[in-house]
Nanobody
Framework: QVQLVESGGGLVQAGGSLRLSCAAS????????MGWYRQAPGKQRELVAS???????NYADSVKGRFTITRDNPKNTVYLQMNSLKPGDTAVYYC?????????WGQGIQVTVSS
């Protein structure tokens, strides 16, 4: 079993920045792709950004140019740098990681962007 713990969320004003971190622990031996998803009230969970084992990235169109996903493999940690935040970015953000055929989710962390 792998546990994912997010941190760095909170309240920020529009135009500001925030960095989310997700640290994996537990039975880690071969983490694959990691990513960030978000779910706003009344909406489905959506992929925000993902990063492969060796750094390939994908972003939702809505965050391209504003968000950057990175990872630190020795620390088993993935980050999401969020810049130029908008009220529409308000959501619960979830960390996700794959290991072999298994998939794990963090508990979610609130990001609120005030106008």
């Amino acid at each position: 079993q792998v546990q994912l713990v997010e941190s760095g969320g909170g309240l920020v004003q529009a135009g500001g920045s925030l960095r989310l971190s997700c640290a994996a622990s537990g039975n880690i031996f071969s983490l694959g792709a990691m990513g960030w998803y978000r779910q706003a009230p009344g909406k489905q969970r959506e992929l925000v950004a993902s990063i492969g084992t060796y750094g390939s990235t994908n972003y939702a169109d809505s965050v391209k140019g504003r968000f950057t996903i990175t990872r630190d493999n020795p620390k088993n940690t993935v980050y999401l740098q969020m810049n130029s935040l908008k009220p529409g970015d308000t959501a619960v953000y979830y960390c996700n990681a794959g290991q072999l055929v298994d998939n794990y989710w963090g508990q979610g962390i609130q990001v609120t962007v005030s106008s």
